[in-house]
């Protein structure tokens, strides 16, 4: 594996995961905030997608549960995804 490669990737995903935190702060006081469920979800996508690239299987599956849980159908889910990214 090239290591700067892994270390772009670390890094870019580290910004993702911090926007996806505001975004997630954000739903709990706008819960239908419909733009920051379609911004986590790229959030996940983008890093499950580097980390097939990678192929780091764990952290795919891992965006992947995350990925599947960031537009939720109502705000229970928003609760969850927040603990999901609290952990």
């Known amino acids: 594996m090239d290591l700067e490669i892994l270390h772009d990737y670390l890094v870019e995903s580290k910004e993702l995961l911090q926007k996806a935190q505001e975004d997630t702060l954000r739903l709990e006081s706008?819960?239908?905030d419909k733009d920051a469920q379609a911004s986590i979800f790229r959030v996940?996508?983008?890093i499950k997608g580097g980390a097939g690239f990678l192929e780091a299987d764990h952290l795919v599956e891992w965006a992947h549960d995350l990925?599947?849980?960031a537009v939720p159908a109502n705000h229970s889910r928003n609760v969850r995804l927040s603990h999901l990214l609290r952990c």
């Open 44 to 46: 996940f996508h983008t």
């Open 30 to 32: 706008e819960p239908g």
């Open 67 to 69: 990925e599947r849980h």
